[in-house]
C-alpha cells in the first residue's frame, strides 16, 4: 500500500485507500505566499491549495481527530484525520484560520517555547529566509479558535546530537513553559526534524506526554506506538519534466481542433 501513494500529499485521490487503514495525520509548515530564494520550497503550501486540501477532505466525509494514537477498532471508519503544523508561524494564523473555520476541522500547531514571538533562528543559520513565529497573543488566538498546542522543544534542535540533560531540559521545561503561559495542559510532542532515537523518547515519556509525532511516513493504527506516530507531509504538486511535456502536449493538441463559427 504505502508503495502505490506519492511520497508527499497534495490531494485525497491518491491517498484514499491508505486513509482507510488507519488514522492518517498530515503534517504542515507554513502557509501563504513563497518568498524568492527560499531553499526548502516543500515547507511552503499556498492559501489556496490548503483551502482545497481541506475541503477535499472536508466534502469526502472526513473530521479531525485530536492528536494521539487512534482507538482499537481496525481501520479509519469514522473517516478521522489529524491536522498538524510544526513550529508555530505566524503565517499559520494568518492563512490557515479562516479555512480551517469553513471545513469545521481542528490542527494541532507544535510551538517552540524560547522562540515565541521570534523567528526561525534554527533554519535562518543554514541560510534559509526568515520568517516570523506566532507570539504569546497570536497563540491565544489560535487556542480561542478552538486549536491545539503542543511542544517543538524550546529551541529546536537535533535531540539526538545533544547531550542527554541537554535534551531533557529541551523537552520537559519546554512543556512547563507552555503550560505556564497558556494555563493549559501540553500532552503532545513533536521531535525536531524528526530526530530521535529511543533514549530520546524515553525522555518524552519520562516529561509526562501522551504521544510525539515523528516524520515517518504512513498512517496510524492501534499498534502504532504513541511515542513513533508516523506523519505525512503535505505540500504542493512537484511539476517535473514529464508533467510538463504532458501538458505542452495537451495544449498542442488544443491548438490542432478546429474552431467552431
Known amino acids: ?122 533554519e535562518v543559520q543554514q541560510g534559509e529566509v526568515r520568517e516570523t513565529l506566532m507570539n504569546a497573543a497570536q497563540v491565544k488566538e489560535w487556542l480561542s479558535a478552538g486549536h491545539a498546542i503542543g511542544s517543538h522543544t524550546l529551541t529546536h534542535p537535533f535531540l539526538t546530537r545533544i547531550s542527554r540533560e541537554a535534551a531533557r531540559e529541551e523537552i520537559s521545561a519546554s512543556r512547563k513553559k507552555l503550560e505556564d503561559r497558556f494555563g493549559l495542559p501540553v500532552r503532545h510532542f513533536c521531535y525536531p526534524y524528526g530526530d530521535w532515537n529511543p533514549a530520546v523518547r524515553e525522555l518524552v515519556l519520562e516529561a509526562g506526554y501522551e504521544s510525539a509525532c515523528t516524520t515517518e511516513f504512513g498512517v496510524n493504527t492501534a499498534r502504532t506506538p504513541a511515542f513513533e506516530l508516523r506523519r505525512i507531509t503535505a505540500r504542493y504538486q512537484s511539476i517535473s519534466f514529464k508533467t510538463i511535456k504532458a501538458r505542452l502536449a495537451r495544449f498542442a493538441n488544443s491548438l490542432k481542433k478546429p474552431k467552431l463559427h
Not at 66 to 91: H, Y
Open 1 to 122: 500500500m504505502l508503495s502505490s501513494v506519492p511520497a508527499y500529499y497534495t490531494g485525497l485521490k491518491p491517498f484514499a485507500g491508505l486513509f482507510a487503514t488507519g488514522l492518517p495525520m498530515l503534517m504542515y509548515h507554513k502557509l501563504g505566499p513563497r518568498p524568492a530564494r527560499v531553499r526548502l520550497k516543500g515547507l511552503y503550501v499556498s492559501g489556496r491549495l490548503f483551502e482545497h486540501q481541506l475541503s477535499e477532505l472536508r466534502s469526502a466525509g472526513f473530521s479531525t481527530s485530536a492528536c494521539g494514537r487512534p482507538s482499537e477498532q481496525s481501520g479509519n471508519p469514522d473517516k478521522r484525520v489529524v491536522l498538524t503544523f510544526d513550529d508555530g508561524f505566524a503565517n499559520v494564523l494568518t492563512h490557515g484560520l479562516e479555512p480551517l473555520a469553513r471545513n469545521k476541522f481542528r490542527a494541532i500547531q507544535f510551538l517552540v517555547a524560547d522562540l515565541l514571538g521570534r523567528s526561525n533562528e534554527w
